[in-house]
């Protein structure tokens, strides 16, 4: 079998979680702050903040930024679940802007147009997610305009993104957001197992993502709302949680992120290649804004239809019958039935339509060798013709 995307662990990264396993600390030891500390610095962002998954970076992000109910959040609708329900754990409503044509990104012109719209009826964002589909950043100088002309704040979903750059800055600054969430999931570029973090370079925002994922409580004294009661005093001074990364985890992630930019560059080499082998009238390749230097978390293709008398379907159940574990990413949000019963309209997004319609996520991840590369390529490009291999 070959997935569409895996970790790469070596004996270095055994070696570091080994090293917390014999140590006093598993879990708010020394590991989380290294960790945060080298994301921070690749990043060039002045706070980071590791968490138990992007999910509850994007739930405490949203948080921070004062989301709550009667409040709008838009997301694109070509991205994972999480996206979306971030803003509705915090009883906001989710609404969706559709995609561009070229890079599957949230498009700037629909961002636009629903904003103009959004303002006459009085039903402007409080905050914008966009997702860096792929790894390839939004158009974020754009999005960044818009939001000081409409007043909304900005969360980067680049779960798909570390190790990516946007204008020759790596993603995570947060020179055109307000917070960067990352995802350390398995399938991502580097990983934790599971594990998530928050970027931000706002002081303020700082405060409360600490506060956040810890149970909403502060241990020190300029925090608190009155004097210690002593040596052994903390106060909790709003609802926060319990998403904190444990050492174990934030080891694995410190060790990973010495290979980042090989892991990337390794994805580089891949893209290269498919582009090379995939030459094809009927298939559309990734296109790459030049603005952007992708992390290149996924490789999606889009399957011009029944060109070569074969649907986008069958083209897909083809592949998986080979032993190629394609996927779809994303099927869109406001499709799934918990969404549908809020109530979309599909026709308000014609080109996330016609994306779910064609894309497939075909293997892509730093060790797959050049044999299974090829033979991914072979069955894409001779779908009837080979035979199962596993
Ligand atoms: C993976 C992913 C998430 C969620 O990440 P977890 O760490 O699994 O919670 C959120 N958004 C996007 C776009 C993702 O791909």
């Known amino acids: 079998m ?12 055994i070696q570091a979680v080994v090293d917390v396993l014999k140590s006093d600390f598993l879990t708010q030891g020394p590991a989380v702050p290294a960790f945060e500390k080298a994301v921070a610095d690749y990043c060039d962002a002045h706070y980071a903040f590791a968490v138990n998954s992007a999910t509850s970076a994007l739930h405490i992000a949203c948080l921070s930024l004062g989301v709550g109910k009667g409040d709008l959040v838009w997301t694109s609708p070509i991205t994972f679940v999480a996206s979306a329900n971030c803003a509705l754990y915090c009883g906001a409503e989710v609404d969706f802007v559709d995609i561009d044509s070229a890079t599957y990104n949230m498009s700037v012109s629909a961002l636009e147009e629903k904003l103009v719209k959004a303002e006459k009826t009085g039903r402007l964002p409080k905050v914008v997610i966009p997702v860096h589909l792929a790894g390839q950043s939004c158009e974020m100088d754009k999005i960044h305009a818009l939001g000081q002309k409409y007043g909304f704040r900005i969360i980067e979903d680049a779960s798909h993104a570390i190790g990516g750059k946007y204008k020759g800055k790596a993603i995570g600054g947060c020179q055109y957001s307000d917070i960067t969430v990352f995802s350390f999931h398995p399938v991502k570029i580097i990983t934790t197992g599971e594990g998530g973090m928050c970027l931000t370079n706002d002081p303020q925002l700082a405060i409360s993502l600490n506060r956040y994922r810890s149970h909403g409580i502060v241990r020190q004294a300029s925090e608190m709302t009155h004097a210690p009661d002593g040596p052994w005093y903390y106060q909790q001074i709003e609802l926060g949680y319990n998403y904190r990364m444990t050492d174990i985890q934030a080891a694995l992630g410190l060790s990973q992120m010495k290979r980042l930019d090989e892991f990337v560059a390794e994805r580089h080499a891949l893209a ?32 011009k239809k029944n060109k070569q008398g074969i649907t986008h379907r069958q083209l897909f159940e083809k592949l998986r019958t080979a032993g190629i574990l394609v996927n779809l990413h994303y099927i869109p949000v406001y499709t799934h039935p918990y969404y549908e019963a809020i109530g979309y ?46």
């Open 272 to 303: 290269t290649r498919y582009n090379e082998l995939l030459q094809e009238d009927w298939i559309e390749l990734p296109w790459q804004h030049p603005d952007t230097y992708s992390g290149l978390h996924l490789f999606i293709i889009r399957i």
């Open 345 to 390: 309209d599909r026709k308000e997004f014609p080109q996330a339509e016609s994306y779910y319609s064609e894309a497939i996520s075909i293997p892509m991840f730093a060790t797959l060798t050049e044999s299974e590369q090829q033979f991914v390529v072979d069955a894409i490009k001779k779908p009837s013709g080979y035979q199962n291999l596993f």
């Open 2 to 13: 070959i997935p569409y995307g895996r970790q790469d662990i070596s004996e270095a990264d």
